[in-house]
Nanobody
Framework: QVHLVESGGGLVQPGGSLRLSCAASGSSIFSQNDLAWYRQAPENGREWVASINSGGITDYIDSVKGRFTISRDNAKNTVYLRMNSLKPEDTAVYYC?????????WGQGTQVTVSS
């Protein structure tokens, strides 16, 4: 059973930065897993933000391109989301997601609030 734990969320002013972390346990081959970050703002559906595959290829939703960077450390079984130039519309609960074969796993989420 894969278990994901996010951390690093908090309150930040517009223009600020945060780095989210997601530590995985229980995966037999983390380095071969594809990973992603999603977010869900109040009264909105869950939205894909960024992904990174086992080969390190990344992709981003247009609204965060140039501001967010997804990365992974296979030695630590951890995926990161570096968020720069944060905007109020980035406020949401951020979730990491891991694919293992035909199964997908979610973390519990971490709150990011961008406000002055």
């Amino acid at each position: 059973q894969v278990h994901l734990v996010e951390s690093g969320g908090g309150l930040v002013q517009p223009g600020g930065s945060l780095r989210l972390s997601c530590a995985a346990s229980g995966s037999s081959i983390f380095s071969q897993n594809d990973l992603a970050w999603y977010r869900q703002a109040p009264e909105n559906g869950r939205e894909w933000v960024a992904s990174i595959n086992s080969g390190g290829i990344t992709d981003y939703i247009d609204s965060v391109k140039g501001r967010f960077t997804i990365s992974r450390d296979n030695a630590k079984n951890t995926v990161y989301l570096r968020m720069n130039s944060l905007k109020p519309e980035d406020t949401a609960v951020y979730y990491c997601y891991l694919w293992e074969g035909s199964l997908g796993y979610w973390g519990q989420g971490t709150q990011v609030t961008v406000s002055s």
